[in-house]
């Protein structure tokens, strides 16, 4: 209600046609989540899934015919980025874009949608995330599964994997040594049989891990444990474990959406905020201790998306 004789409202709308790509790591959960929000929002979808899982889209949008979606409204395209992708974000008919990949296409999806025609554009990107444990927390084991299942899970190519595990200095070396042993412990293979971990998606992304793996050998990181592909066949890389890894190293700064845990230490809360907060990503990050106040500090100074406490994803 508003002052005089006059009617003030706002009226919600569909924002219209939502372009949407999605990366391979997680296909399903990915196309649930885009198609589920604009759907119940009354929008009609186009979808580019990534080129390397094409196939559980196209299946996903089978189904929805099934059920009885009528055609139209949920619509799938397969191709490159640069080509399909491309069409799309610079589509005049598109009214929104949402993306989830890497910090590179990101920038450029987010100019074709400011150079088309100004559509909406949502954007979940890479990460650097880190999990900080704070030598308080009682229990070391289960901090060391938190962080291990955190980094280790999808065989690394999750973004918003914790590849930055931070320790406290009071506990760090033992702390080194039960994570070395649960990643010595995981069992690598085919992922249709009772393994804890498959292969990287393909050889570009094996190539990638492997060339990251060694530039932390190179610039002096500790090798614990792995640090090499798994088998002569197919794209499987021993879970591999860093500590003693410095920041400006190259697997401190960059992502590298593989199976590899690099440990750093830190002693105060101040040093840990500077550190955490000079990189690049923001997307997630947590703490695992039992000082309520640690927590809250650690969560409002950290620069990312969400925060976890005392658990991750």
Not at 16 to 43: E, H, R
Not at 45 to 60: F, S
Not at 268 to 289: F, K, P, Q, S
Request: one cysteine or more; charged letters at 20%.
């Amino acid at each position: 209600p508003i002052d005089g004789s006059f009617m003030s409202l706002t009226r919600k709308e569909p924002v219209g046609v939502c372009g949407q790509i999605t990366p391979w790591n997680y296909p399903v959960p990915m196309l649930s989540w885009k198609w589920a929000t604009a759907l119940a929002a009354g929008c009609t979808v186009v979808l580019k899934p990534a080129e390397q899982t094409p196939l559980t889209a196209l299946y996903m949008a089978a189904l929805s015919l099934e059920v009885g979606f009528p055609p139209g409204v949920i619509n799938v395209i397969n191709g490159f980025g640069e080509t399909a992708g491309a069409a799309l974000t610079e589509h005049m008919d598109v009214d929104k874009i949402a993306f989830t990949g890497s910090t590179e296409i990101g920038k450029l999806i987010q100019i074709a949608c400011a150079k088309s025609n100004l559509k909406r554009c949502t954007l979940e990107l890479g990460g650097k995330s880190p999990l900080v444990v704070f030598d308080d927390f009682e229990d070391i084991d289960e901090a060391v599964k938190i962080c291990h299942d955190c980094i280790f899970e999808n065989a690394g190519q999750c973004c918003c994997a914790a590849s930055r595990t931070f320790v406290q200095a009071g506990i760090y070396d033992k702390f080194v040594a039960k994570a070395t042993e649960m990643a010595k412990n995981r069992k690598v293979g085919n992922p249709w049989e009772d393994v804890d971990q498959g292969p990287q998606v393909d050889k570009e992304s094996f190539e990638k891990v492997l060339s990251m793996i060694e530039s932390g050998k190179q610039e002096g990181a500790k090798l614990e444990c792995g640090g090499e592909r798994q088998a002569k066949k197919g794209y499987f890389i021993q879970p591999t474990v860093f500590s003693d890894v410095k920041d400006d190293m190259k697997i401190a700064k960059e992502e590298i959406f593989g199976p590899v845990q690099s440990i750093f230490k830190f002693q105060t809360m101040e040093e840990l905020i500077e550190r955490v907060n000079n990189t690049d990503y923001g997307l997630a990050a947590g703490i695992l201790t039992k000082d309520i106040n640690q927590a809250i500090t650690f969560s409002q100074a950290v620069q990312a998306g969400s925060v976890w406490v005392n658990c991750y994803l």
